[in-house]
């Protein structure tokens, strides 16, 4: 294929890492889905086999620690992809590749946000519920 | 990986502003447009219902969904009735239980879930310029199957025996129930289900694969964000009530006590894999027709919609969190509080998305300059209702709240008002805005003021009491009531409300379905709107698109002034039909650079004969008569053999073709260039969906019940177990070894694998079948679910050996060469899954005994 925009070939190297995939912008999300799940199963089993509940709960916090560093380090990146700081375009609103480039980091930014939210208030019943009741 | 050989696309890509101006000769224009309508006719006479295109399947869709939903509009009328006064025996509770219970089925299965897919059906492709949908016949068939399981489910009230447990079928009392009411709520929506599916199996490829060359995914239209979103949510909602409604029926017909506590059972398993449906559900409800919304909104603005990408983040978003809510709709089932936070959390906080989806619409509209169009009204109407309903939402996601709400008049109240504001006024909305471009006419605007005013006061009429009813507490479900607890006045508004919205409904409808020959044909693009499906021909073309543009801005019909143009002229990608086939552009997922062309299929009664048939294997069971059940599954089988075998991935006449502006697509694709393996691995992820529930089943018991497994009981025979183990590792190595010897054209090696992989898969199954036969299901949970689960495995292995078979064929009788290869790429992505599936089982049948 010949091509008249000038760049395009630099940016297909540069941003090959998303040709063929979508599911980047779905990596923080899921880590939430993922928190929550754990979250659950582990307080429904420690609940439904008596074990021993504080320490199921040093775990969990333990592991939504991790959960939000991730998030934030998926948020991090996508915030460079975004490179709003240099474009300053914050709508990426033309259908050029980088254009698409920098939409995905601003999207993929958003859902770790929303992610980081998400898995704070999922977390405050650990904090609030002293145990199985 | 060794390349097939076929050839790469060629020529000049994007094309040039000087090589899309230059003209086309009239007479060429006008034999290229013949030979277009002649390959898209739509058939005439009788042979109109074998029609596939997406606009034909998508508008009988659209209006037996409205039909239905019609009809379950009048059951809810009789419900009020019987409710306008206390003591009121105007039918019995047996009829009042009956008519509740499709109520609310009809509303869900038979409308809200159909009428998105009806909806994208028929707009879908418009949007993103593309001629069909990438499975016409799958589309079709779904329709068809929705038409005959509707029809079924629904007719069962005018003979007395629709179900009556309530639309959600808690056991016991839905396991328990004497007739055939939930056999026939089970099995006729396990088949309309699979009918969903196969829909959003169609919509997910269609918007990945289809889009016009250009249009990448950061200037797609916000509407197909939300079908993917949607599409994606029905893959991991839909599948888990199957899984259910498997487990649900075999205990209704052969006695196994998944549901049945006195036999190590438990309810509370249907009630999560129920609600892990349920709750989604709503959100798969409310998304595609706020999305109508993200359409009609920029219109009136006359702008851009405002933050793109949050919207994406808001659907996005909403799809995850949605699925973190569904233990909200049992509060009150005794789990530990630390559960119901966990859920309550998550229900506060999938706000956040839906509350910034909503802020963005209010936010174009403050920026714009409004017209207030009859779509605007009904849009207005919904913000209005919808917010309503999201506030007692926040109300209900708090347990203690919860607790005293649960099951009044409060609850229906809630969802009513989320279900019309986020669900019927937006796709009123739609209706209106999107008419002229289904019929290339308009709705009335005076008829439209009057059903929107009566709809919207007469709903608010209906529904804001019943909070007020539900907290003086009135349960919901009551067929009558005692006077003087103060709800008699109440319940009496809300039934003179109800008649208001059916009066409102009934101007509507009148307007939709009133003759409009005396009217004048409508100008291209009414609204003066932006998006790619206004670019509609005018007189109606049955093709899609004259040519398929190429498009670099979100609002191709405001930012390239040119297009429509040149789209009518044929300048653009494949403005001919050479060769007398229906052929529709694939792009690249991401940046939509053009990869093939794909050609699609064209009428055919087949779709229709699989439709029944597959409908006589659903509904046969419901009366318990088997034998006729399974010669109609096997002539099912055979019907869409037969499809498949004459119509798809058949290889191509010439390797590649020109499409236009110089650039030659290849004709054929295999493997993840394909749409066929993309349709393969999306229906494969919702299959895993529906398989990990019963897995999450297993582990649910053993979680639940102190006696899981009991004490000495039976365990799967562990020979066998390793035996079937080996049977499914060795046939999964032979299917690709098919596939890598078929490609490198050891033609005969290649065959023998595939015949060797069927036996060893047929004997893997055949041992896990023997493995669990010394087992009694009807004794306990634990060797039922053994059973279940070697059961799924069994059927899936079946249907595998008979794609094993149909490869076979293919490469004997010249279907599959080494050069086209599709059918084998897709069937080893089958064989891959299944394989897991089938290894995990083998581990739960052999290590869990010893683990557990």
């Given at each position: 294929m010949t091509d008249d925009q000038p760049?395009?070939?630099?940016?297909?190297?540069?941003?090959s890492e998303e040709q063929s995939s979508l599911l980047?912008?779905?990596?923080?999300?899921?880590?939430?889905?993922?928190?929550?799940?754990?979250?659950?199963?582990l307080v429904a089993v420690t609940c439904a086999k008596g074990w021993d509940f504080p320490t199921v709960r040093a775990g969990l916090l333990a592991i939504s620690c991790l959960v939000v560093c991730g998030i934030g380090f998926v948020g991090w990146r996508a915030w460079r992809q975004w490179n709003v700081e240099e474009t300053g375009d914050f709508i990426n609103r033309r259908g050029r590749a980088e254009d698409r480039h920098h939409f995905l980091g601003h999207a993929a930014f958003l859902l770790s946000v929303i992610s980081v939210i998400g898995v704070g208030f999922v977390v405050l019943p650990l904090f609030f519920i002293g145990g199985c009741q | 990986m060794r390349k097939s050989g076929l050839p790469e696309p060629t020529g000049p890509y994007p094309p040039t502003e000087a090589m899309l101006a230059e003209p086309v000769p009239d007479d060429v224009q006008r034999a290229q447009e013949d030979r277009l309508r002649k390959v898209w006719e739509t058939p005439k006479g009788w042979r109109y219902w074998s029609a596939v295109n997406n606009s034909e399947v998508g508008k009988w869709y659209c209006l037996t969904a409205l039909a239905f939903m019609l009809l379950a509009g009048v059951m809810a009328l009789v419900i009020r009735l019987q409710l306008i006064v206390p003591e009121n025996d105007l039918i019995s509770a047996d009829r009042f239980n009956q008519l509740f219970t499709m109520h609310g089925s009809a509303m869900m299965f038979l409308f809200a879930v159909p009428m998105f897919e009806a909806i994208s059906i028929l707009l879908l492709p418009g949007m993103l310029g593309a001629r069909d949908m990438p499975f016409p016949r799958l589309s079709a068939f779904g329709y068809w199957c929705f038409l005959i399981g509707g029809v079924f489910v629904i007719g069962s009230i005018f003979f007395d025996v629709a179900p009556r447990a309530g639309w959600f079928m808690y056991p016991p009392l839905a396991t328990k129930d004497p007739g055939p009411g939930s056999d026939i709520w089970l099995l006729g929506l396990s088949f309309i289900e699979v009918a969903s599916i196969a829909a959003a199996v169609e919509l997910i490829v269609g918007t990945l694969k289809c889009r016009p060359p250009g249009m990448r995914v950061n200037i797609m239209p916000l509407y197909a964000w939300y079908v993917l979103v949607v599409g994606g949510m029905i893959l991991f909602a839909f599948p888990p009530l199957i899984a259910g409604d498997f487990l649900f029926e075999l205990e209704r017909s052969f006695n196994w006590p998944f549901f049945d506590p006195t036999?190590?059972?438990?309810?509370?398993?249907?009630?999560?894999?129920?609600?892990?449906?349920?709750?989604?559900?709503?959100?798969?409800?409310?998304?595609?027709?706020?999305?109508?919304?993200?359409?009609?909104?920029?219109?009136?603005?006359?702008?851009?919609?405002?933050?793109?990408?949050?919207?994406?983040?808001?659907?996005?978003?909403?799809?995850?969190?949605?699925?973190?809510?569904?233990?909200?709709?049992?509060?009150?089932?005794?789990?530990?509080s630390i559960s119901l936070g966990f859920f309550s959390a998550a229900s506060e906080a999938v706000v956040i998305p839906t509350g910034i989806q909503i802020f963005a619409f209010l936010a174009t509209l403050m920026v714009g300059r409004v017209k207030m169009t009859l779509p605007m009204l009904w849009i207005s109407g919904a913000l209005a209702i919808f917010t309503m309903g999201g506030l007692t939402g926040v109300m209900l996601a708090l347990a203690p709240f919860d607790f005293q709400a649960h099951d009044t008049y409060f609850i229906v109240a809630h969802l009513h008002y989320t279900l019309f504001g986020g669900m019927v006024f937006p796709v009123i909305a739609g209706v209106y805005y999107f008419f002229p471009f289904i019929q290339k006419k308009k709705l009335s605007d005076r008829l439209g003021k009057w059903a929107f005013w009566l709809t919207f006061t007469g709903f608010n009429l209906t529904f804001l009491p019943m909070h007020l009813t539900g907290l003086w507490g009135m349960p919901r479900r009551v067929y009558t009531y005692p006077t003087g607890l103060g709800w008699d006045g109440l319940n009496m508004i809300s039934t003179v409300g109800a008649f208001i919205v059916a009066a409102g409904f009934g101007v509507f409808v009148w307007d939709l379905i009133r003759p409009k020959k005396d009217q004048p044909q409508i100008e291209r693009n009414p609204w003066d709107a932006g998006t790619l499906e206004w670019s509609h021909d005018i007189p109606e073309e049955a093709w899609g698109v004259r040519s398929i543009p190429h498009v670099t801005t979100r609002y191709p019909l405001w930012d390239q002034p040119d297009m429509a143009a040149r789209m009518d002229a044929g300048r653009y990608?494949?403005?001919?039909?050479?060769?007398?086939?229906?052929?529709t552009l694939i792009t690249s997922v991401i940046d939509a650079t053009p990869v093939q062309v794909q050609r699609v299929t064209g009428p055919a009664w087949i779709t229709l004969a699989a439709a029944g048939f597959t409908g006589g294997a659903f509904i046969f069971p419901t009366f318990h008569m088997y034998p006729p059940a399974i010669v109609c599954g096997a002539f099912a089988v055979v019907c869409i053999l037969y499809w498949l075998w004459t119509s798809t991935a058949r290889p191509p006449e010439a390797d590649a073709k020109d499409v236009g502006l110089g650039l030659k697509l290849p004709t054929y694709a295999a493997g993840p260039s394909s749409v066929g393996w993309w349709a393969m691995w999306i229906t494969m992820l919702g299959d895993a969906t529906a398989f990990a529930s019963l897995v999450f089943g297993f582990?649910?018991?053993?979680?639940?019940?102190?006696?899981?497994?009991?004490?000495?009981?039976?365990?799967?025979?562990p020979?066998?177990?390793?035996?079937?183990a080996m049977g499914f590792a060795a046939g999964w190595g032979l299917t690709v070894c098919a596939r890598h010897l078929n490609r490198g054209g050891a033609v005969m090696a290649a065959r023998l694998c595939l015949g060797l992989s069927s036996l060893a898969v047929a004997g893997g199954a055949t041992a896990l079948i023997g493995s669990v036969t010394p087992l009694n299901p009807e004794?306990?949970?634990?060797?039922?679910?053994?059973?279940?689960?070697?059961?799924?495995?069994?059927?899936?292995?079946?249907?595998?050996?008979?794609?094993?078979?149909y490869?076979?064929?293919?490469?004997?009788?010249?279907?599959?060469?080494?050069?086209y290869d599709a059918d084998i790429w897709n069937v080893t992505l089958y064989w891959h899954f299944v394989t897991i599936s089938a290894l995990v089982v083998c581990a739960i049948l052999g290590l869990a005994p010893g683990a557990l």
């Open positions: 760049e395009r070939r630099e940016d297909e190297a540069e941003f980047k912008i779905t990596i923080a999300p899921t880590l939430w889905a993922g928190h929550f799940v754990i979250c659950y199963a | 036999r190590g059972g438990d309810p509370m398993l249907w009630q999560h894999l129920f609600w892990i449906f349920g709750h989604p559900e709503v959100y798969i409800i409310f998304l595609p027709s706020i999305a109508i919304a993200a359409m009609v909104i920029p219109t009136v603005a006359r702008r851009p919609i405002f933050g793109y990408s949050w919207i994406v983040l808001s659907a996005v978003g909403t799809g995850f969190l949605s699925f973190g809510l569904w233990v909200h709709h049992m509060f009150t089932t005794g789990l530990p990608y494949l403005p001919d039909a050479e060769e007398g086939k229906r052929e582990f649910f018991y053993w979680t639940a019940q102190p006696d899981f497994p009991p004490e000495g009981a039976l365990h799967a025979v020979g066998l177990v390793a035996l079937a004794a306990h949970v634990y060797p039922a679910t053994l059973w279940a689960l070697a059961i799924w495995i069994a059927v899936h292995v079946g249907a595998g050996v008979i794609m094993l078979l490869c076979l064929a293919g490469s004997i009788f010249g279907k599959l060469t080494p050069r």
